[in-house]
């Protein structure tokens, strides 16, 4: 087995007096997808969010595809190059149309010419199904198309690794289904993927691994199967048995 | 058993209007009623003196008695004075051009087309070469015309887009500085925006005409239009930073967020992604920014620089049509409203267009 994708060991992070990360230690294989969940405050989103920087840790060692996420800010770029994310509010850039926003970012991170940066965008708008809406507004899509076209967005700068930080909690549920199933295709492509989410249809079909996080800490981690069915933690059971009721 | 009514006869037309919005009670009509009767009066007024009485021309100036109408003469007589200031007679056409030009560029300057990073500074960086070059001479024949006798509508121009094209920039660079991760820049460049915001701008103004060239070399002092200018853009700039600020504040956190997940660099999360939002959602104020500085620009009469309000006033002063103060007066509100109206419609015009989602 090669170089993981990412490797975590013993992360702290402070905010202020708040502990949000207590030494969390994981590692995702390449091609892996990994699905994080936990009840709300668990330090999950921060776990996500410090694998591409968005967040600094306190203590610890974060390695990315063997870069180091440190203080380096060069290295950080080179990271957010190979590591694509998508939130859950879709922050599409709302004075751009559906194909600026896609086309902007190729330009300013990878100095791709227009044309070109073009001719990808709308591959992507259309693998995710939204490319009807090339020259919409954001707030003139449904929230389910502006999250295909945030993970389309994402997609063009060809990264290696998606992190998806609660991608359908902000949707309506007739929109969940539209936006997992791309998520799927995603997965089934052998992206590597580090998704927080509730969706447990998403974990059990796709899911390689599920990790539960609860004050900070990872509580357990294993194939959905074993988290489903034969939790050993207390806290896993108790969580398992509210997000599936 | 009940019949269906024909449904009521349709209530339209004039009068049926008329009536239900001026005359729809006893106290509707006598507002209508007093109100057309004022309206009427103050309309019969304002026509007879500035239209039916006037007296347009020179040669009938000795008409322009106190109960006759508005004696126009004075414009025809004094205009020249009031657009051009103290600039040479003969070369006046070349303040008219450069006012053009002033003008042309800030209407351009307002096309969506033309706003990117390289389009805006070429068309500033040109529009203003050409109105110094224009304005000061000393080329191809043209007669040297120093700054100390530009004056008129070309000034007053002048001195608002400079300040708005030197402070605006200066105003980004405030609100980011105010803003910055790092203590010590963001601390010192408040304290610079608070300080200035609380000097009145006569006091700036006056210490960039007179205080400044006691304290700096000859060589980098610049001439005294240029410190104004300078000093007026930076009173202005920490208006706007102040604006921005506002705006880039209200800029979801997560719209910097996913542009820097997506690795663009700085430069670009900021002017791709926060400064056009900031700039949309602070549009009101902005244009009431530039609305007041232009009725501000008058202030430089009183360290002696004659834009069009002074050389209004300079226009009565001497006697000769001392009278006609309140013809001056109106045609200089009408030259202002022309300018600031036009400003406050661009604004509006501007904001149908982002509602409408377009840039």
Known sequence: MGEPAIAIRALDKYFGDFHALKGVSMEVAIGETLVICGPSGSGKSTLVRCINGLESYTSGDLRVLGMEVGD?????????????????????????????NCVLPQKRALGR????????????????????????????ISGGQ??????????????????????????????????????????????????????????RAVADRVILMADGKIVETGTPEQMFSAPRNEITRAFMQAVQS | ???????????????????RHFFATWYDAVFTLVFAVLIFWVLDNVIGWAFVDAIWRVENREMCTHDAGACWAVIESRGRLILFGLYPYEEQWRSTIACLVVIVTIILSCLPVFWSLRRLPVLWIGGFAAFVLL????????????????GGLSLTIFIFAAVFVIGMPLAVLF??????????????????????????????????????????????????????????AIFFAAYQAEILRAGLQSTPQGQEEAAIALGMPYWSVVADVLLPQAFRNTL?????????TFKETSIVT???????????????????????????YVFLALIYFVFVFGLSRYGAWLETRMRLGHG
């Open chain 1, 113 to 140: 010419d227009r044309s070109s940066a073009r001719d990808e965008a709308l591959n992507q708008l259309a693998k995710m199904r939204v490319e009807m809406h090339a020259d919409k507004y954001p707030d003139q």
């Open chain 2, 302 to 328: 009183i360290i002696g620089f004659f834009e069009v309000m002074a050389s209004g006033n300079a226009a009565i002063g001497n006697g000769e049509w001392g009278n006609q103060y309140i013809e001056v």
């Open chain 2, 135 to 150: 304005m000061r001479g000393g080329f191809a024949g043209l007669e040297v015309v120093t700054s100390e006798q530009w």
């Open chain 2, 284 to 292: 009101p104020s902005t244009i009431n920014q530039a609305v007041i």
């Open chain 2, 1 to 19: 058993m009940a019949h269906a009514l024909p449904p009521p006869a349709r209530q339209t037309g004039p009068l049926v209007w008329l009536r």
């Open chain 1, 146 to 203: 502006q999250q295909r076209v945030a993970l389309a967005r994402a997609l063009c700068l060809k990264p290696e690794i998606m992190l998806f930080d609660e991608p359908t909690s902000a949707l309506d549920p007739e929109m969940i289904a539209e936006v997992l199933d791309v998520m799927k295709d995603l997965a089934r492509a052998d992206m590597t993927i580090v998704c927080v989410t509730h969706e447990m249809g998403f974990a």
């Open chain 1, 72 to 100: 380096d800010t060069r290295v950080l770029d080179r990271v957010r190059k190979k590591v694509g994310m998508v939130f859950q509010n879709f922050n599409l850039f709302p004075h751009l149309t559906v194909l600026e």
């Open chain 2, 175 to 232: 609100a980011l500085a105010r803003r910055s991760s790092m203590p010590v820049i963001a601390k010192s460049f408040g304290l610079i925006i608070d300080i200035v915001r609380s000097l009145p701008l006569l006091t700036l103004l006056f210490a960039a005409a007179v205080v400044v060239p006691l304290l700096v070399p000859e060589a980098i002092q610049g001439n005294k239009l240029m410190r104004v200018v300078v000093a007026f």
